[in-house]
């Protein structure tokens, strides 16, 4: 098989890892989209590509690529999904998730101008990307020193959730559920390194909801980030297309196995969407990659709608 990874780091440590269970037998290549241009040049097309990058550059490739018939991990418009953060709370919301009340605005300045607010809130990004903006303020004084660099960046506004001040990282591959606990970067001090946390000892409606948003937005693979509203009720405040899921044993052999089962079976409509091929409760697999045996817990629809 040939995989192609579209990303302009291929040396990431969860690509690193999946190259290395795939390379001995099937050939793994990787395709910076900023650089790459569609037309002719991309033929004959990868079996599979994973699509990490996350641009807008890289999703018109993807989208390329799968109007020509190659499969996409994940695909270009669920991957697009997750980019609008306003877009992705009406989605979540619509659907049931407990995800965090979200409102758009225009700039920072703006919101800055208009004085003190209510409660502490989070600012960030509306557009999701590397180094975006995640903030916390409670004053006005703190807003304005927000938009001292960020003025013309356009905003959504979340209230702040007062919490222990660790975020739960839940990552799903394939139905596979990871987990982790990190220092928010809200927090005094900033963000800390990740622990791992097993799956399994989280509660079952926070393991729920993760796996309820992957059907709903058609991800495959992709992280939620879950904070405890009280009374261990989850609340989502953002959902993460192929993120980076370091350090959790299991994760690069379950994405390997996935890579490999759509390169074989392709992919077919479903209700609008497209879904692997032959994916049901039983799931079998068609490849020999290596079965995690550590943590996770592993759960999956009949039809996954993706």
């Not at 590509?49 to 550059?57: N, Q």
């Not at 919101?111 to 590397?130: H, I, M, N």
């Not at 097993?198 to 926070?206: C, D, I, K, V, Y």
């Amino acid at each position: 098989m040939r995989i192609c990874l579209l990303t302009a780091d291929p040396g990431h440590p969860l690509l690193a890892a999946v190259t290395a269970l795939l390379a001995p037998e099937h050939q793994v290549v990787p395709l910076d989209p900023g650089s790459a241009t569609a037309g002719p040049g991309l033929f004959p097309l990868a079996d599979v590509y994973l699509l990490k990058a996350r641009t807008p550059r890289a999703l018109a490739l993807a989208a390329f690529l799968e109007e020509h018939g190659a499969p996409v991990l994940n695909s270009a418009a669920a991957t697009a999904r997750c980019q609008d953060r306003v877009a992705m709370a009406d989605v979540a919301r619509a659907a049931g998730l407990p995800f965090a009340a979200t409102t758009a605005l225009t700039t920072v300045g703006r919101l800055a101008a208009a004085g003190e607010p209510a409660t502490p809130l989070v600012l960030k990004s509306r557009f999701s990307r590397r180094h975006d903006l995640v903030a916390r303020a409670d004053s006005a004084a703190g807003l304005r020193e927000l938009a001292a660099d960020w003025a013309q960046e356009p905003v959504v506004v979340q209230e702040f959730t007062a919490n222990s001040g660790w975020d739960h990282k839940l990552w799903v591959v394939d139905g596979r559920l990871f987990a982790g606990l990190r220092r928010s970067e809200l927090a005094p001090g900033g963000r800390g390194p990740t622990r791992s946390l097993p799956a399994g000892e989280l509660p079952a409606s926070w393991r729920a909801a993760a796996l309820r948003a992957g059907e709903i937005f058609g991800l495959d693979v992709y992280g939620v980030d879950v904070l405890d509203a009280g009374g261990g009720a989850p609340l989502l405040v953002d959902i993460n297309a192929f993120p980076g899921i370091r350090g959790q044993a299991g994760a690069p052999e379950a994405l390997a196995e996935l890579a490999l089962r759509t390169a074989v079976n392709g992919r077919t409509a479903v209700n609008g969407r497209t879904a692997v091929n032959g994916r049901t409760a039983a799931h079998g697999r068609t490849a020999a990659i290596g079965r995690p045996t550590t943590t996770g817990e592993t759960k999956r629809p009949e039809v996954s709608q993706k």
